[in-house]
T-cell receptor, first 119, second 115 residues
Framework: DAGVTQSPTHLIKTRGQQVTLRCSPI?????VSWYQQVLGQGPQFIFQ???????GRGNFPDRFSARQFPNYSSELNVNALLLGDSALYLC??????????????????FGEGSWLTVV | AQSVAQPEDQVNVAEGNPLTVKCTYS??????LFWYVQYPNRGLQFLLK??????LVKGSYGFEAEFNKSQTSFHLKKPSALVSDSALYFC?????????????FGSGTRLQVQP
């Protein structure tokens, strides 16, 4: 079975430009989350989507936006790029359960990431 | 707010020796706890998780972790290290509050296993 797939794997953008990153979750998974990992740090939560609705947002500026499509794939958009946006952007998927009662649905699986360099 | 501390930036161990990578957490209520591994220029690979039940959790590649509620710790262990275990390890926590679904990660611990 395919895991979480992300595209593109690497890209270079200029300050002020806009970028769109794409993610396809594991088959059967309805929840997609985005994380930013700056070099030397742990991943930081950006967004979570479930059933096309935003279910959580981290402490990121409004330049960051995302959406989820009917097939559960997702896009992350970043506008007005800054040098500090250079990072590995990770997409994660899970079988989302509202009860929080545990079980395999709470495992979050990550893709290989998209490396964004802003120059 | 939830947080994770990984007090060691790097852990060095000889091949064949046991290894421990430390993690402590802070979260409201009972936690979900996770360990992930990251190889160079790769994404995160899931190793194991604690949801409920037995405090000793077994995961992939011979790794295990022990949940200690009183010490709010979730240390990663392996009885016999391999050179191929050398990688960056992240501990993560998520609260059971349905309004907090994001994982909070520690800063990571680099494991170096010497032949």
């Amino acid at each position: 079975d395919a895991g979480v797939t992300q595209s593109p794997t690497h890209l270079i953008k200029t300050r002020g430009q806009q970028v769109t990153l794409r993610c396809s979750p594991i088959s059967g998974h309805k929840s997609v989350s985005w994380y930013q990992q700056v070099l030397g740090q742990g991943p930081q939560f950006i967004f979570q989507y479930y059933e096309k609705e935003e279910r959580g947002r981290g402490n990121f500026p409004d330049r960051f936006s995302a959406r989820q499509f009917p097939n559960y794939s997702s896009e992350l958009n970043v506008n007005a790029l800054l040098l500090g946006d250079s990072a590995l952007y990770l997409c994660a998927s899970s079988q989302f359960r509202d009860t929080g009662s545990g079980g395999s649905g709470n495992t979050i699986y990550f893709g290989e990431g998209s490396w964004l360099t802003v120059v | 707010a939830q947080s994770v501390a990984q007090p060691e930036d790097q852990v060095n161990v000889a091949e064949g020796n046991p290894l421990t990578v430390k993690c402590t957490y802070s979260v409201s209520g009972n936690p979900y706890l996770f360990w992930y591994v990251q190889y160079p220029n790769r994404g995160l690979q899931f190793l194991l998780k604690y949801i409920t039940g037995d405090n000793l959790v077994k995961g992939s590649y011979g790794f295990e972790a022990e949940f200690n509620k009183s010490q709010t710790s979730f240390h990663l262990k392996k009885p016999s290290a391999l050179v191929s275990d050398s990688a960056l390890y992240f501990c993560a926590v998520r609260g059971r509050d349905t309004g907090r679904r994001a994982l909070t990660f520690g800063s990571g611990t680099r494991l170096q296993v010497q032949p």
